[in-house]
C-alpha cells in the first residue's frame, strides 16, 4: 500500500445554494420519487466517488469543511409568503445538523420588481479559494452549474488541490 493511500484526503464541500434548490425541488415536485436530496447521504455519495477515485477506503475520505451560499430574502418579505420563513428555517435545522455552515446576503428586489442574488458567487468563490489555502483541502467539491466558477477551478489547480464538480442534468416542463 503506497503513502498516498494512507494518508487522509481532506475534503471541502461547497453549494451553490440557489442551484442547490432549484435540483432538490426538481425531486420532491417534479421526479418520480418525490423526495428531497439527503444532504447526509449526498456528503457519503461524495466521500464513496473520491474514495474511488483515489483508490483508497472510503474512511480515510473526510469532508472537513462544508458551506451553502444562498441569498436569502428579509423575514419581513418571506412572512408574506405563506410558510417560506418556516421551510427556510427547516432546511437551515438541517443544515446544522449536517455540519454545513450557512452564508446569506439579502436577495435584492430590481426596479421591475424580480428578486435577484447579487454577489453570492463571488462571496464562495473567494470563501472557497482562502478556506482551500488555509485548511490545505486536498480536493474542492463544488455543487454548482455555472461557468461562473471556472476561474476559481484554475486558481485551485495552480495549488494542486483537485476540484470535483456536483451537476445534474435534467429536463422538465411546467
Not at 466521500?47 to 483515489?54: D, F, L, P, S, T
Not at 446544522?96 to 447579487?118: A, D, I, K, N, S
Request: proline residues 1%.
Amino acid at each position: 500500500m503506497s503513502d498516498n493511500q494512507k494518508k487522509l484526503t481532506r475534503i471541502g464541500v461547497f453549494y451553490d445554494g440557489n442551484y442547490f434548490l432549484h435540483v432538490s425541488n426538481y425531486y420532491a415536485y417534479h421526479h418520480e420519487r418525490r423526495g428531497r436530496l439527503s444532504i447526509a447521504g449526498l456528503h457519503e455519495f461524495i466521500r464513496h466517488k473520491i474514495a474511488e477515485e483515489e483508490q483508497k477506503d472510503m474512511h480515510l475520505c473526510q469532508i472537513v469543511d462544508a458551506h451553502y451560499f444562498r441569498g436569502r430574502l428579509s423575514a419581513q418579505e418571506a412572512s408574506t409568503e405563506g410558510n417560506r420563513l418556516f421551510y427556510d428555517r427547516l432546511f437551515d435545522d438541517i443544515l446544522m445538523m449536517e455540519g454545513v455552515t450557512t452564508h446569506y446576503l439579502p436577495v435584492r428586489t430590481t426596479f421591475f420588481g424580480q428578486r435577484q442574488e447579487r454577489g453570492i458567487d463571488v462571496w464562495m468563490a473567494l470563501e472557497a479559494f482562502e478556506l482551500a489555502l488555509h485548511k490545505q483541502f486536498d480536493v474542492l467539491v463544488l455543487i454548482a452549474s455555472d461557468s461562473d466558477f471556472v476561474p476559481l477551478v484554475r486558481k485551485l489547480h495552480t495549488l494542486g488541490v483537485r476540484v470535483m464538480l456536483f451537476a445534474w442534468d435534467y429536463d422538465f416542463y411546467y
